[in-house]
Antibody, heavy 114, light 107 residues
Framework: DGQLVESGGDLVQSGGSLRVSCMGSGVTISSQWMNWVRQAPGKGLEWVASINEDGSEKYYGDSVKGRFTISRDNGKNSLYLEMNSLRVEETAVYYC???????WGQGTLVTVSS | EVVLTQSPATLSLSPGERATLSCRASHSVSASLSWYQQKTGQPPRLLISGASKRATGTPARFSGSGSGTDFTLTISGLEPEDFAVYYCQQRSSWPITFGQGTRLEIK
């Protein structure tokens, strides 16, 4: 069975930048809309961003618009989330999810310190 | 933005009982409503999409109903592994939104 594997989570200072990645293993993501969803510790799910198959359409949640950028490299079967001007309250597990939110990765933890 | 309100926040039931979870949308989402189950330390798992279509692998005891603004997830005959947090999600319009979750706990 295919899986999505996130990486890149780290401890970063408030105002800093970080890029997290998601790679398909045994699953081709190039033919799918892809998504990022985050979950702060002990909190609910928050949709962050989505991108279409060829990267020509991108959508963002209001809280991250202008600071986060979703992108993909279909040749590398990978999805990315570039995060700038990070805030303490954006400490969360960041999940990538595939088309129709059927397949999810295990998540990568981003911690933003003050 | 479509706001999804789930109720109750916490539901305490015993194995074998029937669980009824509600999700109300601030605007009509037609049938573009999904349900997810999440257990501690795990990613969410899609249970129901299109308001009533069970995802592959979802047991038949899970059923979804509703359209427009009012939706229900019913679990008939709770199994021990069903105790978890459940989220609804709409993808009718951008931004995609989730409800705040219902925690289903063992009574």
């Amino acid at each position: 069975d295919g899986q999505l594997v996130e990486s890149g989570g780290d401890l970063v200072q408030s105002g800093g930048s970080l890029r997290v990645s998601c790679m398909g293993s045994g699953v081709t993501i190039s033919s799918q809309w892809m998504n990022w969803v985050r979950q702060a510790p002990g909190k609910g799910l928050e949709w962050v961003a989505s991108i279409n198959e060829d990267g020509s359409e991108k959508y963002y949640g209001d809280s991250v618009k202008g600071r986060f950028t979703i992108s993909r490299d279909n040749g590398k079967n990978s999805l990315y989330l570039e995060m700038n001007s990070l805030r303490v309250e954006e400490t969360a597990v960041y999940y990538c999810a595939g088309m129709e939110f059927i397949l999810w990765g295990q998540g990568t933890l981003v911690t933003v310190s003050s | 933005e479509v706001v999804l309100t789930q109720s109750p926040a916490t539901l305490s039931l015993s194995p074998g009982e029937r669980a009824t979870l509600s999700c109300r949308a601030s605007h009509s989402v037609s049938a573009s409503l999904s349900w997810y189950q999440q257990k501690t330390g795990q990613p969410p798992r899609l249970l129901i999409s299109g308001a009533s279509k069970r995802a592959t692998g979802t047991p038949a005891r899970f059923s979804g109903s509703g359209s427009g603004t009012d939706f229900t997830l019913t679990i008939s005959g709770l199994e021990p592994e069903d105790f978890a947090v459940y989220y609804c999600q709409q993808r009718s319009s951008w931004p995609i939104t989730f409800g705040q979750g219902t925690r289903l706990e063992i009574k």
